[in-house]
């Protein structure tokens, strides 16, 4: 016959395995929930910081447009035509976004005349914007 201590001593590490296990189950489940708002988490918070990025590349474009408005420009021929076809714009087409024909930037150009203060801000407000947004601007302009 079995020692009745052995029994007794199996038996409760039967029971008390069963117990563990049990409770282990419960604690799994709560980690694999915990860890799922954990990534959610991350994810709100990538969001939130590439949103962040965002808001403030606008707001440095918007400071940077508005530092160009308020600048006294002056103006160079040789500057315009170098601007003109770093965007990759003709004359006609740069001339629309200032309200002009491509003939009188062309003559700008050439330095046979020269624009009035308000045409030089409007020039200069240009320079202010990416080529994006000029292109844009050209978009709308049609």
């Not at 965002?54 to 918007?62: E, I, L, S, Y």
């Not at 601007?83 to 004359?91: D, I, N, P, W």
């Not at 009188?104 to 801000?121: F, M, N």
Request: glycine share 8%.
């Amino acid at each position: 016959m079995a020692n009745i201590a052995s029994i007794l001593k199996s038996e409760i590490a039967r029971v008390a395995r069963k117990e563990v296990r049990a409770e282990i189950e419960s604690l799994k489940k709560s980690s694999a929930q915990q860890r799922s708002a954990i990534a959610g988490l991350r994810r709100e918070v990538s969001a939130l910081q590439k949103e962040l990025r965002q808001a403030g590349r606008a707001q440095a474009a918007k400071a940077k447009v508005e530092a160009h408005a308020d600048k006294a420009y002056r103006f160079s021929a040789t500057r315009l035509a170098a601007h003109r076809q770093k965007l990759g714009l003709s004359a006609a087409d740069y001339g629309k976004l200032v309200g002009m024909s491509g003939a009188t930037i062309y003559l700008w150009e050439q330095g046979s005349s020269r624009p009035k203060p308000e045409q030089v801000q409007a020039l200069g407000a240009l320079k202010g914007l990416s080529r994006r947004a000029v292109l844009e601007k050209l978009g709308q302009a049609d």
